[in-house]
């Protein structure tokens, strides 16, 4: 290993991972908010909103990452909407992600039993109130390993992007790597700081998920 690399191009190293970083924190919260409202859909007595949640998910989980990334950074020119590589990549990673996250939360509201449904509605609460307080909670309890899995491959997935996003990680490793002309060392370094990411988010999703059962 050589460790003279690391300490050399540590600053690069270190603006790849606050870039990626920053990228995967705001894909993370966006793509859960956007998952939720799309679980929601999927499974509302309302005909157009559920058609909608249900095409969102089955597109954009079944097509490659990249294609998205491409349209948002090379396609959206042509609309007349210019976006950096930072923001086309976090909007394509937050839009592919909410559609996996939305699949696993409508499975957690499955999960719930449906009288809960019935007795918030007969006790007057609306649609809507019954899903926020009493039926979201529950199905996120009931999801969060896999919601975790897809926080954790947000993060790997953001190595995509350094094809347009030009700042994260994956990107810089691959600057340094044509300066050194050095392969193995340079990607095993990027691997590292990945892993600074990864672990203590598994290890929080794991953390999180104790303690919400136990609650349970």
């Known amino acids: 290993m050589r460790f003279s690399i690391l300490t050399e191009?540590?600053?690069?190293?270190?603006?790849?991972?606050?870039?990626?970083?920053?990228?995967?924190?705001?894909?993370?919260?966006?793509s859960f908010f956007i998952g939720?409202?799309?679980?929601?859909?999927?499974?509302t007595p309302i005909a157009p909103l559920r058609w909608f949640g249900t095409a969102y998910v089955e597109f954009f989980r079944n097509i490659?990452?990249?294609?998205i990334a491409f349209f948002?950074?090379?396609?959206?020119?042509?609309?007349?909407?210019?976006?950096?590589?930072f923001t086309a990549g976090t909007i394509a990673l937050t839009i592919y992600t909410s559609a996996f996250i939305?699949?696993?939360?409508?499975?957690?509201?499955?999960?719930?039993?449906k009288g809960q449904m019935e007795a918030a509605r007969s006790s007057g609460l609306t649609y809507m109130q019954t899903m926020r307080m009493i039926i979201l909670p529950q199905a996120v309890k009931i999801v969060i390993p896999p919601i975790g899995n897809q926080f954790i491959?947000?993060?790997?997935?953001?190595s995509i992007l350094a094809l347009i996003a030009g700042t994260e990680l994956m990107y810089q490793a691959d600057l340094i790597s044509a300066k050194t002309y050095v392969v193995l060392d340079v990607y095993i370094f990027a691997a590292i700081f990945y892993l600074l990411i990864t672990i203590p988010l598994?290890?929080?999703?794991?953390?999180?998920?104790?303690?919400?059962?136990?609650?349970?």
Do not use: C, Q
């Not at 948002?72 to 590589?85: A, E, I, R, V, W």
């Not at 939305?102 to 039993?113: N, T």
């Open 202 to 216: 598994s290890l929080g999703v794991g953390h999180l998920e104790k303690r919400l059962a136990k609650s349970y």
């Open 102 to 113: 939305g699949e696993a939360i409508r499975s957690g509201i499955l999960a719930v039993p």
């Open 9 to 30: 191009y540590f600053d690069m190293y270190w603006d790849g991972f606050i870039a990626t970083l920053t990228i995967s924190f705001i894909a993370l919260i966006a």
């Open 72 to 85: 948002f950074y090379y396609g959206t020119p042509t609309l007349g909407l210019n976006l950096s590589g």
């Open 36 to 43: 939720a409202i799309i679980a929601v859909m999927r499974i």
């Open 64 to 67: 490659p990452l990249l294609v």
């Open 153 to 158: 491959n947000l993060v790997k997935n953001s």
